[in-house]
Every structure is written in C-alpha cells, then in structure tokens.
C-alpha cells in the first residue's frame, strides 16, 4: 500500500517562499506520475502541478506557473514542491498525491493515492 506524507506547510507572508516534502512509501517516486494539489476553503481541489515518471516532465497549472517548481529526490524517495513569490490566493490545503493520467492536454482531477495535506496559509 503507497503511503504519502506531506510536511512543510505554514503560515508565511505575501512573497515568501515555502518548500513542501512528500516522503513516499509502499511504492517509488520513480515507478508513479507524482503531484500536488491544493484544495481551498469552499472550493474543489485543484492540480497544481505533476512530474512524469518517465523522464522527468513537469506539469503546471497556470495559476503557479512561473512561481513553482516541483522536483523528485530518487535517493530520498521523496517528492518536493518549492513555492516561490506566494500569494494570499494560494492559501489552501496542498495534497501529495500518486498515481493519475496527464497529458500534454488532461490535468487530472482525481489520483489513486493521496496524501493527508497540509496546510498552507499567505497573509497578505
């Protein structure tokens, strides 16, 4: 069973930046597209941004483009999320999650796996 576990949320100022850790286990950061979502109050959850299994594509939705970068360690099992110029707006619960289709054209709404979010705030 793939186990996912967020850390790295906070409460951070408008502009700041904030790095996000999913450690994964049951299962490989190589063998699964990997990503995360944010879900905010009163809204559905959203993608924000994927990395491909296979050599390593990213994914980004348009809102964090430019500001994100998501990253895998291999060694570490791990799946990062640098937040980068933060806006109040990005105020949400971010989810790890493993295992859904992308393409090049499909952002996924749904994964096989999900993590138990944390929690990022941006005071403005």
């Known amino acids: 069973q793939v186990q996912l576990v967020e850390s790295g949320g906070a409460l951070v100022q408008a502009g700041g930046s904030l790095r996000l850790s999913c450690a994964v286990s049951?299962?490989?950061?190589?063998?699964?597209?990997m990503g995360w979502f944010r879900q905010a109050p009163g809204k559905e959850r959203e993608f924000v941004a994927a990395?491909?299994?296979?050599?390593?594509?990213?994914y980004y939705a348009d809102s964090v483009k430019g500001r994100f970068t998501i990253s895998r360690d291999n060694a570490k099992n791990t799946v990062y999320l640098q937040m980068n110029s933060l806006k109040p707006e990005d105020t949400a619960v971010y989810y790890c999650?493993?295992?859904?289709?992308?393409?090049?054209?499909?952002?996924?709404?749904?994964?096989?796996?999900w993590g138990q979010g944390t929690q990022v705030t941006v005071s403005s």
């Open positions: 999650a493993a295992r859904f289709r992308i393409t090049s054209t499909y952002y996924p709404t749904s994964s096989d796996y």
């Open positions: 049951g299962g490989t950061v190589r063998t699964y597209n």
């Open positions: 990395i491909i299994w296979s050599g390593g594509t990213t």
